[in-house]
């Protein structure tokens, strides 16, 4: 696993109007939080290793507290399984997935596409997010679908997005992008390219045609 991610540079002193130009900044990968996580954070770890049992140290391969916020990083095997138990545990209650986020890490070896998954209990007013990550070599997450029917759209975006295929979506197709797209357009190794566009006699180039980032 590499030690760092890939950003791109919102900070870049260069004129790109494209949004990303190539510049790139260095983060450390986050480690394990340590205990006390804080707030609710702590009983809802030990109320999941409670019901997971010794499948938790499987399943969960870090904990994470930044921000203010709780991830769960997800061995993506098990990923059904720990939604699922934070769904029905009368102690979690994770009733709410908002979404599927996708992300590419180039350098992140091994484990280049992640997906996020955002989780809200009604029941208790408590948050966390799962990630979940896998290799562009074998870009395959089981979809959660089953559990959470609001993921539906939402996979299919990753999907088309970033190419990672949700294995037991009941429709993975296209969902933005033409059927016959060829590519993922907002993975970083997709190149900007474009079409020109044109209104009212005036024409835009291209992103990757508009300025020069050197």
């Given at each position: 696993?590499?030690?760092?991610?890939?950003?791109?540079?919102?900070?870049?002193?260069?004129?790109?109007?494209?949004?990303?130009?190539?510049?790139?900044?260095?983060?450390?990968?986050?480690?394990?939080?340590?205990?006390?996580?804080?707030?609710?954070?702590?009983?809802?770890?030990?109320?999941?290793?409670?019901?997971?049992?010794?499948?938790?140290?499987?399943?969960?391969?870090?904990?994470?507290?930044?921000?203010?916020?709780?991830?769960?990083?997800?061995?993506?095997?098990?990923?059904?399984?720990?939604?699922?138990?934070?769904?029905?545990?009368?102690?979690?209650?994770?009733?709410?997935?908002?979404?599927?986020?996708?992300?590419?890490?180039?350098l992140d070896s091994g484990r280049e596409l992640h997906a996020f998954?955002?989780?809200?209990?009604?029941?208790?007013?408590?948050?966390?997010?799962?990630?979940?990550?896998?290799?562009?070599?074998?870009?395959?997450?089981?979809?959660?679908?089953?559990?959470?029917?609001?993921?539906?759209?939402?996979?299919?975006?990753?999907?088309?997005?970033?190419?990672?295929?949700?294995?037991?979506?009941?429709?993975?197709?296209?969902?933005?992008?033409?059927?016959?797209?060829?590519?993922h357009p907002q993975r970083k190794d997709y190149p900007l390219g474009?079409?020109?566009?044109?209104?009212?006699?005036?024409?835009?180039?291209?992103?990757?045609?508009?300025?020069?980032?050197?």
């Amino acid at each position: 696993m590499s030690d760092t991610h890939e950003r791109s540079n919102p900070e870049s002193k260069y004129n790109d109007v494209s949004g990303y130009g190539g510049l790139v900044r260095r983060e450390p990968l986050r480690r394990s939080s340590s205990r006390p996580y804080g707030g609710y954070f702590d009983e809802v770890v030990d109320a999941l290793s409670a019901a997971l049992g010794d499948d938790f140290s499987y399943a969960v391969e870090r904990v994470v507290v930044h921000a203010g916020q709780l991830t769960l990083h997800v061995a993506r095997a098990f990923l059904p399984l720990v939604a699922g138990v934070l769904r029905d545990d009368e102690l979690l209650r994770f009733e709410l997935c908002c979404g599927v986020s996708g992300v590419h890490y180039p350098l992140d070896s091994g484990r280049e596409l992640h997906a996020f998954y955002p989780l809200m209990s009604i029941t208790h007013n408590r948050r966390l997010q799962l990630e979940v990550a896998c290799p562009d070599a074998d870009p395959h997450v089981p979809s959660l679908f089953s559990v959470y029917p609001t993921c539906d759209w939402h996979e299919r975006e990753t999907y088309d997005f970033f190419g990672i295929v949700f294995d037991g979506h009941p429709g993975l197709t296209r969902i933005e992008m033409p059927d016959d797209w060829v590519g993922h357009p907002q993975r970083k190794d997709y190149p900007l390219g474009g079409i020109p566009v044109e209104f009212r006699g005036a024409s835009v180039a291209p992103p990757d045609q508009r300025r020069s980032c050197r």
